[in-house]
């Protein structure tokens, strides 16, 4: 289960930018039985094609049960606030801060193209938990009646509590119009851009998170591809894929993340480079070694 609790209290000084903390980090995971790559990818909150390629694995066969998998989901927390939601749509991450700790949680987010002329972004935004729903109904929006029309399903304006309904046993409803934040029945869509702008949970998460979450408590969507943290005088970066398009040059905007850092000359800009290519959403410590210093001060001469 990718939940992590650390305190945060001695990270909330006027002294941190930012955020400065790390979640995550190298692990091992045992192949469970009815795991799929996508699944396994969804409870860790890491790419799928990372893990397969961090362990050679072909995804065109089933992965075995008993296999042990390296896994390294190392982040960098976007946002901190005392109390509250944090969801940050690149990572597909939401952070929940209460009395001085922290759950993480992989989430799945909107869409990243239209569809029929729709659009399915997440929006961003401040919001507040309006309501908190067990077995609830889910009203069918008249956005996703007219895709069901076209694409010739048949329409439905509400589906009941059960096993069909896409909201699960649990969903928090938020201030955004037409965002719930709810359990999935479909497990392998977490950690990916598939929804309709709702955010999808894995059940065994969900049931948490509800049971932690109050009517009232506060929170906030953004988008943030690029984030930094400076940590026991290390620079950690961490790069993710633009899905919505929202940033002009990727490679402008990371220079402008560590300029407004003030850390330009501590940091290795061929690894900075590398990672902008990558996108591989793992956090990576990108500090100039001492011999890379000495290297770029001869060349200047």
Known sequence: MQIALILVLALLSTHVFAADILIGGVKTYVVQKGDSIELIGAKHGVFWKIIAKDNNIDTKLPIPEGTTLTINNLKIVPKVVKDGIIINIPDRTLYYFRDGKLTDIPVGVGLPYEENNMKWHTEIGTFKIKRKKKNPTWNVPTSIQKEMELKGKPVEKAVPPGPENPL??????????????????????????????????????????????????????????????????????????????????????????????????????????????????????????????????LGSK
């Open 168 to 297: 699960g046993r649990y969903a928090l409803d938020t201030t955004i119009q037409g965002i719930l934040i709810h359990e999935t029945n479909k497990p392998r869509s977490v950690y990916r851009y598939l929804s309709h702008g709702c955010i999808r949970v894995l059940p065994e998460h969900m049931e948490k998170l509800f049971e932690m979450v109050e009517v009232g408590t506060p929170g906030e969507i953004i988008y943030e591809p690029v984030k930094i943290a400076v940590v026991n005088g290390r620079v950690y970066l961490e790069v993710r894929t633009d899905m919505y398009r929202k940033i002009k040059s990727k490679i402008e905007h990371t220079r402008m993340v560590i300029q407004d850092r003030g850390v330009a000359d501590r940091v290795d800009w061929e690894k900075i480079d590398r990672m902008i290519k990558e996108q591989s959403g793992i956090a990576e410590d990108v500090t100039i070694t001492k011999t890379k210093k000495i290297l770029k001060f």
